[in-house]
Nanobody, 133 residues
Framework: QLQFEESGGGLVQPGGSLRLSCKIS????????????IGWFLQVPGKDREGVSF????????RYADSVKGRFTISRDSAKNTVYLQMNSLKPEDTGRYYC??????????????????????WGHGIQVTVSS
């Protein structure tokens, strides 16, 4: 069973930046999150969670929703078992609850090409981001 520690959310003005962090752990000696592909999802009240950004287990492949391309960057620090979502040029429509998710897929660089919410079995509790003046 994976455990997620999400942080970095909050209130920011339009045009501002935030960096979300998601530390992944498990009660297993020597655990590494490197086997897991990662997804960040956004949920707005009344709507389904939508994928914002994904990273393959190798870290070599990333994918972004059109709405955040050029503004958001996903990354991971294997030594810390932590993944990040750097969010720049934030807009009011970026407001919502952000969830970190993980799962094991094929391990190839194209494993995240078509994954979405139903494919991820491990989820954090989410963290609120509000973009408002």
């Amino acid at each position: 069973q994976l455990q997620f520690e999400e942080s970095g959310g909050g209130l920011v003005q339009p045009g501002g930046s935030l960096r979300l962090s998601c530390k992944i752990s498990a009660p297993i000696s020597g655990f590494t999150a490197d086997y897991y592909a990662i997804g960040w999802f956004l949920q707005v009240p009344g709507k389904d969670r939508e994928g914002v950004s994904f990273m393959s287990s190798s870290g070599r492949s990333t994918r972004y929703a059109d709405s955040v391309k050029g503004r958001f960057t996903i990354s991971r620090d294997s030594a810390k078992n932590t993944v990040y979502l750097q969010m720049n040029s934030l807009k009011p429509e970026d407001t919502g609850r952000y969830y970190c998710a993980a799962d094991i897929f094929s391990g190839s660089d194209d494993e995240i090409d078509s994954v979405g919410e139903p494919d991820f079995g491990f989820w954090g509790h989410g963290i609120q981001v509000t973009v408002s003046s």
